[in-house]
Structure formats: structure tokens, C-alpha cells
């Protein structure tokens, strides 16, 4: 039996400096989008601008993104648009689903996010509402989401909470996202990302390979946010064909 060996230290050396490399231009590049958002406060532009950053970042990593189910896809109007989260570029994932839409949406962002050196200025500008769980005041959080749904824009949103780190197609959906559906009358627009984004992004950093490595995205048909018949993570499983 053939055992292969430790990996040689200077391919170790080589993998190191291509993720360091990579993740100091995403940081540069990250905080000069943020400041650019800064100076911007019309969606369609942000929207623009946004775009413009999930292309060239994904582009220098060597990523591509297929999305199936064009035609379920609202050209505009405000809806709660759910995704499953498995890595740290699910949202320029979905940026890029949306690009030829004029949906704007605001990403429901946690403080951590806020407050990092890498997301930060980017998650602050962007377009994003802060969920700070561990206030005890939700109004404020609530009276932003009104707020731009009363000017015409979505709500975007990873119901799960957090990124699913396990082998499971989806981890366990939180409350939030059904009420946040119902208090503003928002058709809930379900997106999967088909492909584990996270291995892609461990593959083209690890290996760098020449053709562009395809991430799947699948739009499902809109739910209805008065269906109570079934919670929203059955019907989101349903809509794609996952494990119940």
C-alpha cells in the first residue's frame, strides 16, 4: 500500500501565501466598496455598486455563479428574501442570482458584523440592518425594517441564523424570519445555493485552478407569507427538494 507523505514545506509556504495574499486584497478591496457606499444613499445605486464588488472579488478568485430558475425570479417589488448560509460569500452569491432585477435589499446583519475590521465599513454602508440579540429593545429593529419596506425595498436574510458548518443541506431555521414576513406583508422569495459554497472557496484558495470553479443557485417559486399551514423551513425544504 502506497501512504502519501506530509505535504512539502514549501507547498505548505505557497498555500499560506496565496490565502494571505488573497485576504489582504479582499480587505483592501472590502473597505474601498464600503467607503465608495458611504457616499451613496439611493438603493438602485448601492444596488449598482454592490454588485460591482460581488463581481470583481468573485472574479479574482476565480468563481462563477449559475442561476437556475430565472423566470421565478421578480424583476422588482419588495419581498423577504431567504438564503441558506454556508459561507462568508453567500451574499455577493446572491448578489450576482439578482443582477438582472432591480431588487434592492437590506441584509439583516449581526453586530459582530458591525463591529468587524474586515466587514465592517462594507456591512455599515452596504445597505444592512444591525440585530443586536443581545438588546432587549427589538422595536427600533423592527421600525427600520417598516421603514424600507415603506420605501420599496426587500429584506434580505439567512434564516438559520448563523453559517451551517455541518454535512446537513440546512440547519434549523430561527423564528425571526416568518414574523418579520407577516409584520410587513413581504412575499418570502427562497434561494438556495445549491453548491457548498464554502468548499469551493477552500478549493480555489488552496489550488488556484485556471477555469472558474461554478456555483449552483436555484430560485424557488414565492411563498406566501399568510400560508401558515406549514412552518417556513418545511416549506423552503419542499421548495427544494431537501431532506425533511
Known sequence: ??????????????????????????????????????????????????????????????????????????????????????????????????????????????????DSFFFGMFTRNGGSILLDRESRQMGGFFSDIKKHVKNGDSIFLFPEGTRNKTEDDLSEFKDGARIIAMKNRLPILPIYIRTNANSVLDDVLNKRPEEPAMITVEIGDLIDYKDRSVALEEAYKRTFDLSL
Open 1 to 114: 500500500m502506497i501512504r502519501a507523505g506530509p505535504i512539502p514545506y514549501k507547498q505548505v509556504d505557497k498555500l499560506n501565501y496565496n490565502r494571505i495574499k488573497m485576504a489582504l486584497y479582499a480587505t483592501f478591496l472590502t473597505n474601498w466598496y464600503g467607503y465608495r457606499l458611504k457616499k451613496i444613499s439611493i438603493g438602485a445605486e448601492k444596488k449598482h455598486v454592490r454588485l460591482e464588488y460581488a463581481q470583481t472579488l468573485l472574479s479574482k478568485l476565480g468563481i462563477g455563479v449559475d442561476t437556475k430558475g430565472l423566470e421565478k425570479l421578480p424583476k422588482d417589488g419588495s419581498f423577504l428574501l431567504i438564503s441558506n448560509h454556508r459561507s462568508t460569500i453567500d451574499p455577493l452569491i446572491v448578489e450576482l442570482a439578482l443582477k438582472d432585477t432591480t431588487l434592492f435589499g437590506h441584509w439583516i446583519s449581526k453586530k459582530e458584523l458591525y
